[in-house]
RNA sequence: GGGCCUGUAGCUCAACGGUCAGAGCAGGGCGCUCAUAACGCCUUGGUUGGGGGUUCGAGUCCCUCCGGGCCUACCA
């Protein structure tokens, strides 16, 4: 039995998250993390909700509530929506824990005792009536290069030219329009990337197994222009994690916080920390997952994000454990996946664009959507929903061939032959034709899923399910109950030790679904068929099953339509 | 500007440099009647974005042009 440790890209607090977000990070994860469990494997899977930064401030100013309690809401509704998708978090923890802040607060002393800490003075844009200092994308104004009125203080979205905030005519605060701003001395912490550049280099090119998509995009930031820059690890906010060296005060830096995505990847530690705690173990529990000299040598950990998220994975975090001195586990294998869009153009969670997390489950139960987002993951480019395309899979896929397979057995058999598993006949060459490709199809399924490779696994599953159809078709036990009712009760019999098969081997992807085969068959064993000809047979005659409801429905042509305006505009 | 990814059938996608470029859906034909008008079998369909090159052999490698996307370090 392996230990897998498993993270997915903290989604950040301010706002509800769109598909896009859905797929790239938390969905894979979780169904590595299913599949992994269903394999017997010890798993802990972890995410929590990003909290701090400027984005959250103003999202909590914009609601009227304080920064703090606008956190604790957004996290309760994340976290309800993630229950709602069926992710199977061991914890959902929050990047403003008790447990991040002195994880994030030690780490940096760690850093500053090696050396690698530097303190540098910076001229930044402060807005006074904001009363705070501006990143540069929160100042507009004219471009100097094309005349573009709503240019950003870091580059101008019309003419795509980089600037500096001093350059913009006019330069006014985005959050509040207030021109009077002023540049104001400053003084933050750096961390010395540079310094680690050839232990993150020897460590990158170490990983020659990872997803092309992973390593060129840290391979870029290592060897772009100058190389790997030195990165500035605090910020003048109030909402964040206090600079402290350790449990010292950091003199200098008083009332300024930790930069967000220096705290945020911590709290990947933290948050087993907190899940610990909120089951009341010791420290040692999850110590065993971080920590390679308290028993986590052997953890396999593997992170989920979407191309964004790499270079602060592959880069900024890796380099805060190496930096530390300390013997955290470094991460072992990294699935990036690129982005879905959204019926011809991005999901956009500032304007609104896609659908969202809540709205979906609103439309249709979690299966549906983890089905078709999973089955077309944007794995090798970035790939597109679409209303049309989305019925047809589902539809398809769902109802048509799992769904309709599972009703087809079920009627048939409690009609002619009672609500047992029937013991007549003996197994023929269909079923020993079927077994040998059934066996063929799990093991490279399971090669698929050990792999990652998440559309090619939803594929094979497909696959599986079919051949319960194509033997049904082979098999006919609707004639062989007129001529031979023992070769019928056969065939029903496995047919009906497929259904829980297929449970256990679908319950990754389509986890309610799958817990509604296994309560129709009456199996609360779920164990994974290592062995298919025994899995067949777990049922034994005289096993009462029932006919379960129609486990999926059909999407029709008027609710696509429907949904298709619903969600064409802007989200109110 | 630089870098990376990408372009294959109507659609969504596969194909360690090596049979005739495959699969699902959609389309066409046939079959079945247990089932959610579901299922099964057969089948139409491609000058692999254009052009050049390397090679015994290129969807795959190189050059170039065209199109799409992402990143470019102070959003996270």
Known sequence: MARILITSAIPYINGIKHLGNLVGSQLPADLYARYQRSRGHEVLFLCATDEHGTPAELAAAKAGQPVDEFCAQMHAVQKEIAEGFRLSFDHFGRSSSARNRALTQHFAGRLADNGLIEEVSERQVFSIDDNR??????????????????????????????????????????????????????????????????????????????????TSIAKKWLYDGDGLQDRGITRDLHWGVPVMRGDRPWPGMEGKVFYVWFDAPIEYIACAAEWADAHGYADSAWERWWRTDKGAEDVRYVQFMGKDNVPFHTLSFPATIMGSGEPWKLVDYIKSFNYLNYDGGQFSTSQGRGVFMDQALQVLPADYWRWWLLSHAPENSDAEFTWENFQASVNKDLADVLGNFVSRVTKFAATKLGDTVPGGGAPGPLETALIADLGARVREYEALMEAMEVRKAAAELRGIWVIGNEYLQAAAPWSAIKTDPARAEAIVRLALNLIRVYAILSQPFIPDAAQAMLAAMGSPDAQWPDHIGSALTALPPGHAFTVPENLFRKITDEERADWQTRFAGVRT
Request: aromatic share 8%; glycine share 4%.
């Open 133 to 214: 200092f501006l990143p540069d994308r929160y100042i507009t104004g004219t471009c100097p290069n094309c005349g573009y009125t709503q240019a950003r203080g870091d580059q101008c979205e019309n003419c795509t030219k980089q600037l500096d905030p001093t350059d913009l005519i006019d330069p006014r605060s985005a959050i509040s329009g207030s021109t009077r701003l002023e540049v104001r001395e400053t003084k933050h912490l750096f961390l010395r990337q540079r310094a680690l550049r050839d232990r993150l280099e020897a460590w990158i090119d170490s990983k020659t197994d990872w997803p092309v998509l992973t």
